[in-house]
C-alpha cells in the first residue's frame, strides 16, 4: 500500500488542539519524505508541514509555524501532525501526502512533487 490514509479530524473550539495521522506501508515510510497540505472552501491546497524519511529535516508554512509540529513514528510507519492554538482560518481538508526520496533529506514544500495522496481528512475551527 502507497496510498497514504488519514485520521484524526474533528470539530475543536478555538484555541484548542488536534492531532492528525497518516499511516502508510513500512516500504512506503522508508523511502518517502511525506508532507501535510490542506484546502479551505473555495481555496488552493496549501503547504501545511513536510518531513523528511531519513535525516528528519522539517518545513513549515509560515501561518503555522510555533503552532504545529510534523513528527514520525518509525514503528508504526505513522506520520503526526500536532496542532495547536487553533485559530478558525485553519479549518479546512487536511492531506497526507508521500514524496520518493533516494536521498533521505527532502522535505519538499511544492505539491507537485509529491506522488500518493490521501483521501483528506476535515479540520473544523468554531471560534
Known amino acids: 500500500q502507497v496510498q497514504p490514509v488519514e485520521s484524526g479530524g474533528g470539530l475543536v473550539q478555538a484555541g484548542g488542539s488536534l492531532t492528525l495521522s497518516c499511516a502508510t506501508s513500512r516500504r512506503t515510510f522508508s523511502s518517502y519524505a511525506m508532507g501535510w497540505f490542506r484546502q479551505a472552501p473555495g481555496k488552493e491546497r496549501d503547504f501545511v508541514a513536510a518531513?523528511?524519511?531519513?535525516?528528519?529535516?522539517?518545513n513549515y508554512a509560515d501561518s503555522v509555524k510555533g503552532r504545529f509540529t510534523i513528527f514520525r513514528d518509525d514503528a508504526e510507519n505513522t506520520v503526526y501532525l500536532q496542532m495547536n492554538s487553533l485559530k478558525p482560518e485553519d479549518t479546512a481538508v487536511y492531506y497526507c501526502?508521500?514524496?520518493?526520496?533516494?536521498?533521505?533529506?527532502?522535505?519538499?514544500?511544492?505539491?507537485?512533487?509529491?506522488?500518493?495522496w490521501g483521501q483528506g481528512t476535515q479540520v473544523t475551527v468554531s471560534s
Open positions: 518531513i523528511s524519511w531519513s535525516s528528519g529535516d522539517t
Open positions: 501526502a508521500t514524496h520518493l526520496d533516494p536521498s533521505g533529506r527532502l522535505a519538499t514544500t511544492n505539491a507537485d512533487e509529491y506522488d500518493y
